[in-house]
């Protein structure tokens, strides 16, 4: 088993910066691909971003590509997203998701979920 765990969510202004870092435990996940995905009230979860177990091959949504960044330590067991020229839209639940494989931006396919960490970004 795989457990997930978000940090670092908060309230910003908009054009501010956050990083979320999601730290695993129960297992190394460094040959697991890890994504992020969000859900906003009354929306459904959206992905965000992917990335491959070595870091080399990553995936962005629109919305965020040029803003956001996914990076990874293996030795650390975590992974990180950068945010940066945060936008009021930004605001949601910001989840991470580990599976074994390729990375992918189909939240079915991922097995293991955190809680979830709250991002808001104020106009």
């Known amino acids: 088993q795989v457990q997930l765990t978000e940090s670092g969510g908060g309230l910003v202004q908009a054009g501010g910066s956050l990083r979320l870092s999601c730290a695993a435990s129960?297992?190394?996940?460094?040959?697991?691909?890890l994504g992020w995905f969000r859900q906003a009230p009354g929306k459904e979860r959206e992905p965000i971003v992917a990335?491959?177990?070595?870091?080399?091959?990553?995936a962005y949504a629109d919305s965020v590509k040029g803003r956001f960044t996914i990076s990874r330590d293996n030795v650390k067991n975590t992974v990180y997203l950068q945010m940066n020229s945060l936008k009021p839209e930004d605001t949601a639940v910001y989840y991470c998701?580990?599976?074994?494989?390729?990375?992918?931006?189909?939240?079915?396919?991922?097995?293991?979920w955190g809680q979830g960490t709250q991002v808001t970004v104020s106009s």
């Open positions: 998701a580990a599976r074994g494989g390729k990375p992918t931006m189909t939240a079915p396919n991922y097995d293991y």
């Open positions: 129960g297992r190394t996940v460094s040959s697991y691909a």
């Open positions: 990335i491959s177990w070595s870091g080399g091959t990553t």
